[in-house]
């Protein structure tokens, strides 16, 4: 702040950056620099919504017998070829069978055994005549047949859900609660899932009091590690926390030494005197990226400590949001094995009024919905993070737009789920 | 088994349930017996995806104080009236403001403050100039003006984000990760959210094993409570799981005595000699409705015990997950303060072929989506749980459709977030 502004010097100051990378070359960065962890075992319990490591093939039929779908009786298909209610077919019956038992007495021309929902076929049968489809004799151990069947009716088959060898879910599967069903029928009880990416998050600024605390003389309450650590969360990464740190060159440097999969630092990003984030970063690894092309997080860096992804993010909490969905996010989505897509669900509709933007930038427009129409909150504004909680989403505008006019279709991307 | 067939009973074999309530009818049922639960009291760390229990209106203004967006000299505005480059006017620097610490000096006619980004305004002063708009002088202590700024520029006024007395976050708003920042703004540490509803599972069936079991000896493992297990957590609710009852009468009644807030059981849910749970659930409570007019899951049932909903779910696992959404999850969702709605993203896309169902029930058709098309999967096979990991989603084909010719634009509930 005390050096006298040369041409370059203000060109910086002016804009913030001598040279601001594109957004999508911030992402080829990330994707560069982020590939699937490793497996991990979990128990199946633990498994649901984590990504699979690998493809699941099953060792096992399922089911692994031939079972009744029906209560009756089974039967011989032949046995019952002509029957009907004016020309009932006797059959004895010869036992019964209850599901998860062994079938012990097989059924022979002329003979039947009652069978439950579920019970394995005895040998010789290939059919089950549903109870309604016959009627009781005065003898206990006879009935008279009052329908056909054909062969295979009312019977489940071998492998007829699943069977050996097959596919069951593929690698990179993040994991529905019916997979998970699946898995169980086959006998899983433990399977190899993608690592938890550890994110540690490092924020700074001397103004900042820590989240819980009301904010109080001339200092403001820390906003983003409760809100980074929730978004953490949200794309499968566990969470490093401990505390803020000091605006102090050291004691910086030091929490970038400690081991992380991903570092998050909130505040100090951009290149006043007084952010220290970015020399810090170039010093003890490569500061790849500085300054960005997107509103309102412009004051993003990125680079590597070792093969650990350092990301810079604005302390102004909608850029340090906007920036870690863009970038961040993304470098955690794609370590934890799930898509590098936005979390966000996604619709079309048109815009209620104009939305205008600069060419040269992207920007992230917080919007509402009001009755099937998009309508534009705010696109400056970095430091109001209640735009974010009023808004239902948010809408892209590309760098080559210069916005759209009322009317135009847009993709929202919506904040809820 | 045993009884001879009469009419009514024939009816009741051959269709499974004399009468079936509609889909729209159970679901009354389920959004007449469950509404949200009390609130309890969480950390904010803990906070995110929860349902808020009571609206939060601020007590603080967010910043509680005019600050500095710029690094530069807190200045009057009116004393850079007509600066420039060719006009410079000289103003005498009396200290510097760092972020966090109280301002000391104040600003008066002809002197200005160093001031750094998100530090408090000093007395007399009401705009920033940047500090690449001045130039320094050979004095220390002063510098020269190069351009002028008028009254607030740079400057964020007290409760520009948030203001006292303000509805920050509404009642019954999950909470995205933004507003638990907010929230973390202005100064809440703990906060009210809905309870989580305690669900117990019972499931019966003497042919199933253990999840985490492989299946031999005529026995098939248990599907249904890991899957029912990842539903309940992804709806908000809390698993009581204590391993599989025995299909007999004491053993179940006396798991449905256990306390929960929603009680799930699964297998034994049909009208079967076999099939306990509708005859214990009457006796100890009501069984309001059994059977719905739904395929994969006409043998389903409802009732209460005590004010307890208690769901009887198929054994089957396709009619199990169905059941599960359609009436059981949207309890569990009511009853966390959630949507009633399914938990699904949705999209709309023309089918690939002719979808068929019948009139009078409701038919869960799983689908795969190819090239932008619905592709039909299965609408039968209850017993076929790949069918729903092989499937993007399902479409609902209702009652009164006899189903739809290929091109038909319907709407894809996707398994998928």
Not at 69 to 77: H, L, P, S
Not at 275 to 283: G, K, S, V
Request: with cysteine; net charge negative.
């Amino acid at each position: 702040m005390t050096r006298s502004p040369s041409p370059a010097d203000d060109d910086v100051r002016m804009r913030g950056f001598t040279h601001r990378s594109t957004v999508e070359d911030a992402r080829a960065w990330v994707d560069q620099h982020s590939s699937c962890l490793p497996e991990m075992e979990l128990s199946l319990s633990e498994a649901a919504g984590r990504v699979l490591g690998q493809e699941i093939i099953s060792e096992v039929n399922v089911p692994d017998f031939a079972r009744s779908m029906m209560d009756g009786y089974a039967v011989r298909a032949e046995d019952t070829s002509g029957a009907s209610p004016y020309n009932p077919l006797a059959l004895e019956i010869h036992g019964e069978i209850l599901p998860g038992q062994a079938p012990t007495t097989p059924v022979h021309t002329g003979t039947t055994v009652r069978i439950m929902t579920g019970a394995p076929l005895p040998e010789g049968a290939d059919a089950v005549i549903p109870a309604e489809k016959v009627q009781e004799t005065e003898r206990d151990d006879q009935i008279q047949v009052l329908a056909d069947v054909s062969p295979g009716k009312h019977v489940g088959q071998p492998g007829e859900d699943i069977s050996v060898g097959e596919v069951v879910l593929p690698a990179r599967r993040r994991l529905r609660p019916q997979d998970i069903g699946v898995l169980s029928s086959i006998g899983i009880g433990r399977l190899p899932v993608i690592s938890t990416p550890r994110v540690r998050i490092v924020v700074t600024g001397d103004e900042l009091l820590p989240a819980g605390t009301r904010p109080r003389d001339y200092q403001i309450t820390d906003a983003n590690s409760p809100m980074l650590s929730a978004m953490i969360q949200r794309d499968g990464g566990e969470v490093i926390f401990e505390g803020i740190v000091a605006d102090q060159p050291d004691a910086i440097e030091n929490a970038l030494k400690e081991p992380a999969d991903v570092i998050l630092v909130s505040g100090g990003s951009s290149v006043g005197l007084e952010d220290h984030a970015p020399r810090i970063l170039a010093e003890l690894g490569t500061l790849s990226i500085h300054g960005i092309a997107i509103r309102p997080s412009s004051p993003t860096g990125m680079g590597l400590i070792g093969e650990t992804p350092v990301f810079l993010l604005p302390g102004n909490p909608v850029s340090c949001l906007c920036a870690y969905d863009f970038f961040a996010g993304r470098a955690i989505r794609r370590l934890a094995g799930l898509s590098s897509d936005f979390p966000y669900p996604r619709c079309r509709m048109p815009l209620s009024r104009k939305l205008v933007s600069a060419i040269g930038r992207v920007d992230y427009a917080r919007v509402a919905i009001h009755e099937g129409q998009v309508e534009p909150l705010a696109i400056s504004g970095a430091s109001i993070l209640s735009s974010t909680t009023r808004a239902s989403g948010f809408v892209i505008i590309d760098q080559d737009s210069e916005g759209m006019p009322a009317g135009t279709e847009v993709e929202v991307f919506l904040y809820d789920i």
